[in-house]
């Protein structure tokens, strides 16, 4: 297998899931600054031109962040980050899917309508005008999951899972582009040091942007 990587939120969600689950793959860098990914060599492997990207021995392509987490889940040994019963898996997939809704698209979207408008305004649609209530819509989402997360250590209480892999990548992204946990939403800023401490925070962390 080879994993196609790069820098940014997407990718470093993979590289803390396989830090936490010990999984060692072949990596090769995409230029994504440089445009890289939106080459025809790049969208023959994921049409979304976006990276992550894990090519099998047999040549599947297999793109978006979550399902390249739970492929690799299932086929690995030792303990799952999805779940070990059904009921598990299903709880932990069902958290993904309302962090991606509610914080992660509005987060990214509003990013790329404003901070980063200047790169993403030729590659993709953007919405410059809705920034400001995408940005307002994680804000309230973060107050919304803070209620939730009273009296629980993570996300889907006290297992640690890719859904808290997903939300500490890019609640740390958010401290980045002023869209982090706000300082009244003490439940998540203390689930956010708990995340930090572990070892795979550091592992995740893309060598361009070290230190």
Not at 125 to 137: M, R
Request: aromatic share 8%; charged share 20%; with cysteine.
């Amino acid at each position: 297998m080879k994993l196609y990587s790069s820098v940014g939120p997407n990718p470093r969600v993979v590289r803390m899931f396989m830090a936490e689950r010990g999984i060692d793959i072949e990596t090769v860098e995409v230029d994504i600054m440089g445009g890289e990914n939106l080459g025809d060599s790049y969208k023959q492997l994921n049409p979304s031109a976006q990276t992550p990207c894990l090519v099998l021995d047999d040549g599947t392509a297999i793109s978006e962040i979550t399902v390249i987490c739970q492929y690799l889940d299932e086929i690995s040994e030792g303990e799952s980050l999805v779940g070990s019963t059904p009921e598990e898996s299903a709880e932990t997939r069902m958290w993904n899917r309302r962090i991606d809704v509610r914080i992660l698209e509005p987060m990214s979207l509003a990013f790329r309508s404003a901070e980063a408008l200047a790169l993403f305004e030729n590659r993709c649609h953007v919405i410059p005008q809705a920034a400001d209530d995408l940005k307002a819509t994680v804000q309230e989402n973060w107050q919304w999951l803070d209620g939730l997360m009273a009296g629980n250590s993570f996300i889907c209480g006290e297992r640690f899972t890719l859904a808290d892999i997903q939300l500490f990548i890019f609640a740390d992204f958010g401290n980045l582009i002023g869209q982090g946990i706000p300082a009244e939403c003490k439940n998540l800023l203390a689930w956010f040091e708990r995340v930090a401490g572990r070892p795979s925070f550091a592992a995740s962390v893309h060598p361009s942007e070290a230190g």
